[in-house]
């Protein structure tokens, strides 16, 4: 005898081809995970056995069959007809008499355990939808706030019709699946009123990268449809997983979304209606951190759970809903992941060559990174211009500015006329992973709009600029043939946003994450200007820092930005060091933050003057430090990220060093305390000379090459005038860094080396490795061939020790 109907006590995984894969699911969920504390709703499912009775009795499975043969899904005007008559054929059919008095029997226990008449929630769940290998998620219908048996008996119905529905028949088309071997079952639960609070989605990785140390949540007003169909723009949260259980609150980020409309109980009915959502609600977050937490903990477990049940890792997707009545949240579906779940989680980094003759280059000039894209010149003479650039265009400019990295991202090569490799154009194209030619002289002038062009900067230190669409050909090496080495490769990582990306690049963490593109993009306002707000002497300042903070105070709208943006780098990298600096802006620089004017003295020479740990004890910037510390201490305190060290750049006498030191104590950043280090950039001569007295104080040296070359050779490297006598090979810069390293080897600290040389000059990263440094940062376009050479050299020592 089939069964017609089953209570949720009466399913669970492994009943799938009888219930489908959402009801098996939510019987697992009830069964297992309820008693647990879960939220899980009671409910029953109508078998998919009830819906092969109601095809079989109303003799539809044939008809359907006859229907359905031969159809292409890509023609989309027959789909549609065919489509229509297959739903039409349905509902024309009454549900056969048992099957109806299963449903009414299946209704009334339900009532009889809610102890009181409730709305239902009536889901069709597909016997090939929610499986580890293929999510057939969406293209059944579900119908919420259904009243009454008559109402369910339709809503019923109306699920069995939904397995015809275009969406589904061209699924399984290009699938391959038969129409007719798929079946719908259907779930039934009383409603939770989420129109009266939110609901929303979970994913127990993150959907973009698969990074799965995290859990991202996404949540806005009123019943789930609308999250899921992407009507709204919602609320968004990343947890670390990790710290989960041990943190005091390890939310990553917040993304506040618009939530501009909700979907309600209608007034006077039981169906449903769009509204607006007020003001005040749109402004604030739909769900507050604890319930954020309790919700990834329960997504935690649920993950756990199917994991131990399949017998290898299961990434989960769900949805989850608050009951506006009774406050409470309860988990309503949970289905396996299935984009990411079935991929490898090895990164294929891509490596780049031209496939055949060019020509000659119309403009050459340094190259940056190793990288070759095609696109179409977009000239831009003056920052009035970049509203013109469009998405994978080459920008070509005189120079760039921190101003332009929106723009930046969404481009797909720089060619500048001025500059050199440590210009800002070059910086931020590596950290963005654009291709990049600088110093060309004269781009602006024989680049004009429109010409299609092909940037290369995989032919060495030139970068070539050809005309035309240039054929280039990628290759993917194999992540488990890239050796390992006694050296670590560290990364160097700026934009929060790419790091669950660059994570799988082999490395040993992060050797300089640099702080000045968290605040220039994500925060945008002088720390010391938010300190002051709004008793500031720009009008049109205050005006926009008040339309950026909202209601939230202007201190904390800081902490909580860069506080964020620093815990997703230590996060993706977790638990591998990560070495954060402190800022390091310039007066220059500062002054261009809304703001910022106020609190910047004019200088003539910015590399020299008022920038790194100078500021951090003066008076006119110690408060906006005290920022800085706060939002370390939050990563490190209430996330649970001690994998975090701070580095202090710019450091000149022994003596600031202390003092820089006896500040951040002042702040909550104690040296030592739970395991917190402090590093020192070694950049400046004095750094070198008085090594020892420096490493006494601090935990570390990180070899700043930049500027440790402009200050031996004594020239300006923003100046392109002098930009040809540039070079970290010279004699004089290597003679300070092997001091270096040779104090740092007498003081047992680790020493390393953040700047660009190693990745553009092979033989220099050679004779690091052979003076015996610890550690080399790359950018990451470069830091899987510097390893590979790495290891050649370390295998080259190697053997001439054993001759």
């Not at 992060?510 to 010391?528: D, Q, S, T, Y």
């Not at 600031?656 to 020192?680: C, D, F, I």
Request: charged share 20%; glycine share 8%.
């Amino acid at each position: 005898m089939i069964a017609r109907t089953l209570d949720f006590t009466e399913i669970g995984l492994a009943d799938i081809a009888r219930v489908g894969g959402k009801n098996a699911s939510l019987g697992q969920l009830f069964n297992r995970l309820r008693p647990l504390g879960l939220g899980v709703l009671d409910g029953f499912a109508i078998t998919a056995d009830a819906y092969r009775e109601f095809l079989d009795a109303t003799g539809l499975r044939e008809r359907l069959r006859s229907l359905l043969e031969g159809l292409h899904p890509e023609d989309v005007e027959a789909l549609a007809q065919c489509g229509l008559a297959a739903r039409n054929m349905v509902l024309a059919e009454s549900i056969p008499a048992p099957v109806a008095s299963a449903i009414h029997d299946a209704y009334l226990r339900l009532m009889q355990r809610s102890h009181r008449i409730v709305e239902m929630a009536v889901r069709s769940s597909a016997t090939i939808e929610d499986l580890a290998d293929a999510s057939f998620a969406g293209q059944q219908e579900s119908f919420l706030n259904v009243s009454g048996e008559d109402a369910l008996l339709v809503a019923v119905h109306a699920c069995f019709a939904s397995c015809f529905t275009d969406r589904a028949i061209s699924y399984r088309a290009r699938h391959q699946y038969d129409h007719l071997l798929a079946a719908v079952s259907v779930g039934v639960q009383p409603m939770v009123r989420s129109d009266k609070a939110c609901s929303g989605i979970i994913f127990t990785l993150d959907p973009e990268s698969g990074f799965r140390e995290v859990t991202v949540l996404s949540g806005s007003y009123g019943l789930g449809e609308y999250v899921v169909q992407g009507a709204v723009n919602p609320d968004e949260w990343v947890v670390f997983k990790p710290t989960l259980q041990t943190a005091e609150k390890p939310i990553l980020t917040r993304r506040l979304g618009s939530k501009e409309i909700r979907l309600i109980y209608a007034e006077g009915s039981k169906s449903t209606e769009c509204e607006a959502v007020p003001a005040d609600q749109r402004n604030r977050f739909c769900l507050n951190d604890e319930e954020v937490l309790t919700l990834a903990r329960w997504a935690g477990a649920v993950e756990k759970h199917y994991s131990e049940v399949n017998g290898h890792p299961t990434p989960m997707d769900l949805e989850w809903a608050k009951d506006g009545v009774t406050g409470e949240l309860f988990i309503v579906q949970a289905r396996p992941e299935t984009v990411h779940s079935s991929r490898p989680q090895s990164f294929l980094p891509e490596l780049f060559r031209l496939s055949h003759d060019h020509g000659a280059p119309i403009v050459t000039g340094q190259a940056v990174g190793e990288r070759i894209a095609t696109g179409r010149v977009r000239v831009v003479l003056d920052p009035t211009q970049l509203g013109q650039v469009q998405t994978g265009e080459v920008l070509v400019a005189p120079q760039t500015d921190p101003d332009w990295e929106p723009v930046m991202k969404r481009i797909a090569a720089i060619v500048t006329d001025h500059g050199g490799r440590t210009a800002h154009a070059a910086i931020i194209s590596r950290e963005l992973g654009l291709c990049c030619v600088v110093g060309s002289n004269n781009g602006t002038t024989l680049l004009h709009d429109g010409d299609l062009v092909t940037v290369s900067c995989a032919e060495g230190s030139t970068g070539n600029i050809y005309s035309g669409a240039v054929p280039f050909e990628l290759t993917r090496p194999d992540i488990q043939s890239i050796p390992k080495t006694r050296t670590e490769v560290m990364l160097n990582v700026g934009d929060p946003s790419q790091a669950f990306h660059l994570r799988a690049i082999p490395n040993d963490g992060v050797g300089l994450a640099r702080i000045e593109f968290i605040i220039n993009n994500h925060i945008g306002i002088h720390p010391m200007a938010l300190v002051r707000y709004p008793a500031l002497k720009d009008p049109a300042a205050v005006v926009e820092i008040e339309k950026r903070i909202g209601s939230q105070a202007p201190n904390e709208f800081f902490v909580e930005r860069l506080s964020e943006g620093i815990a997703q780098i230590a996060a993706a990298f977790y638990p591998k060091p990560v070495v954060v600096r402190t800022s390091d802006f310039k007066t220059n620089e500062y002054a261009k933050l809304i703001g910022g004017a106020e609190f910047e003295p004019a200088e003539e020479n910015p590399m020299l003057g008022f920038r790194g740990a100078s500021r951090y004890y003066d008076p006119r910037y110690a408060e906006g430090f005290a920022l800085e510390c706060a939002a370390i201490a939050r990563v490190r305190n209430q996330m649970g990220l001690s994998n975090l060290i701070v580095m202090i750049p710019f450091c000149r006498t022994v003596e600031e060093g202390k003092r820089v030191l006896a500040t951040m104590a002042s702040y909550g950043l104690r040296q030592h305390e739970n395991g917190l280090q402090v590093y020192v950039m070694c950049e400046i001569p004095s750094n070198v000379l008085l090594a020892k007295d420096f490493l006494d104080i601090f935990d570390g040296f990180s070899i700043g090459s930049n500027d440790l070359t402009q200050l031996t050779l004594g020239l300006d490297r923003d100046s392109a005038t002098v930009a040809h006598l540039f070079d970290e090979r010279n004699p004089a810069v290597k003679a300070l860094i092997a001091q270096a390293i040779e104090a740092a080897h007498a003081a047992k600290k680790p020493i390393g080396i953040c700047g660009q040389a190693p990745s553009d000059y092979p033989e220099f990263a050679n004779w690091l490795v052979e003076c015996g440094i610890h550690s080399i940062s790359l950018n990451p376009d470069t830091a899987i061939q510097t390893r590979i050479r790495i290891a050649e050299c370390e295998g080259s020592l190697d053997f001439q020790s054993k001759s």
